[in-house]
């Protein structure tokens, strides 16, 4: 301790010899008083860092901590994604002097990540804290077995305006963690035919389909009918499972799977359904549903059956009036009939008053045949007779 002391005296002797109005003597009093009490501190320092014992404990006389919390996993779906952010503090543990820190890092994120953020000089002064924000993004589809190591470093590169270096060791802290990305479920259902089926009433018909697992992890995708209580309840039941599932690789697509059904055979009528298929993700329950919806047309057995049936079908009513139609027809006919041989009749009692006159046989009466039967009829009186007398 003895040979700062000197070393001081005879700097204060150097700066005697200069009188007080030299342009020499630059400095203030306030200057010279900080240049000493720097100088002093730095001496201070030399002289206790080799009393410090090496450990792993924090520099007592400056340092810093950085903490900071786990990044969350992020969502690389193509409708959820967004960047990941991650608060990270710096603390100056030094009892005095401002600290300068610098924050760098090392990151295995490559092309599909990006971590930003964690770099940058931040100047805190003793025994307070600063944070800062970091800031990672990636590409969307990626696959969940996806991971990115990371570590953040703290280094004091200043302290109290002393640049660290040798034999100042500079202090630091670190942290590492890594990104993980998250899993999501997407999947496609494909049928392809749409088109509406027609089948009979009790008749088997197959539904086909294919489905993709459009995740970014190996999923379970499954296939379920919507609406199946309803359809039951319309008399339809299924021929083995009422649904579908196949574990999928991530990209992959099913076999041609397909659902036997058995149509109802108790309809009076043709009758019309819509069977909705779903197919679904059991990784992700949030993720969207694909749909297909299938017309099915059921024929009912009873509306092509025998006469009889469709006979008693119609309505009372409609018998009568059919009836009064077809007795209506008769009656006409039978009145064109008499009509007929009426005038026939009076035609001939007027050929017998006439000279007879030789003509061309006439032409046959197109009701003659029908009526045949009628001339063998004896009538003692026509009841046409007076009708026909004005004719």
């Known amino acids: 301790m003895i040979c700062p002391i000197a070393c001081m005296g005879k700097s204060e002797q150097i700066m005697d010899i200069f009188p007080s109005h030299s342009s020499m003597n630059v400095h203030t009093d306030d200057t010279v008083t900080m240049k000493r009490t720097g ?3 730095m001496l201070v320092v030399v002289f206790l860092l080799p009393l410090i014992p090496h450990s792993s404990a924090q520099n007592p006389v400056f340092g810093v901590n950085l903490d900071c919390n786990s990044p969350a996993e992020m969502d690389v779906s193509p409708a959820g994604y967004a960047p990941v952010e991650m608060t990270c503090t710096i603390e100056n543990t030094a009892s005095v002097g401002a600290s300068k820190i610098e924050i760098t890092n090392e990151w295995s994120g490559g092309a599909t990540a990006d971590m930003l953020g964690a770099t940058g000089e931040y100047s805190v002064e003793a025994g307070e804290t600063e944070e800062f924000t970091v800031t990672f993004s990636g590409t969307t589809k990626q696959s969940s077995s996806n991971s990115y190591d990371f570590e953040i470093f703290a280094t004091v590169t200043e302290w109290n305006s002393i640049p660290l270096n ?4 500079r202090e630091n802290d670190s942290f590492s963690d890594s990104l993980e990305i998250a899993t999501y479920g997407a999947v496609e259902l494909r049928i392809n035919d749409v088109s509406t089926r027609k089948v009979d009433s009790g008749s088997e018909f197959t539904i086909n389909l294919q489905f993709t697992n459009k995740g970014n992890d190996n ?13 039951k309840q319309q008399g339809f039941s299924f021929i083995g499972s009422e649904f579908v599932a196949e574990d999928l690789a991530m990209g992959a697509t099913s076999s041609m799977r397909e659902i036997k059904i058995l149509a109802p055979s108790d309809l009076d009528e043709t009758t019309n359904f819509d069977f909705r298929f779903q197919a679904s993700s059991t990784n992700d329950a949030t993720a969207d549903l694909s749909e297909t919806m299938i017309p099915v047309s059921v024929e009912s057995t009873q509306s092509s059956g025998t006469l009889t049936g469709g006979i008693s079908e119609v309505g009372e009513d409609d018998l009568m009036l059919y009836g009064a139609i077809a007795g209506a027809v008769i009656l006409l006919f039978l009145l064109l009939g008499v009509v007929s041989r009426s005038i026939r009749k009076r035609a001939a009692k007027k050929e017998d008053q006439q000279p007879t006159i030789e003509l061309d046989e006439p032409e046959q009466d197109e009701f003659d045949d029908l009526f045949n039967d009628l001339d063998d009829i004896d009538l003692a009186t026509d009841e046409f007779d007076d009708l026909l007398d004005e004719f």
């Open 39 to 41: 100088i002093a501190m």
């Open 166 to 169: 040798e034999p100042f060791p």
């Open 219 to 231: 999923d379970r995708v499954r296939v379920d009918i919507a609406n199946l209580n309803d359809l």
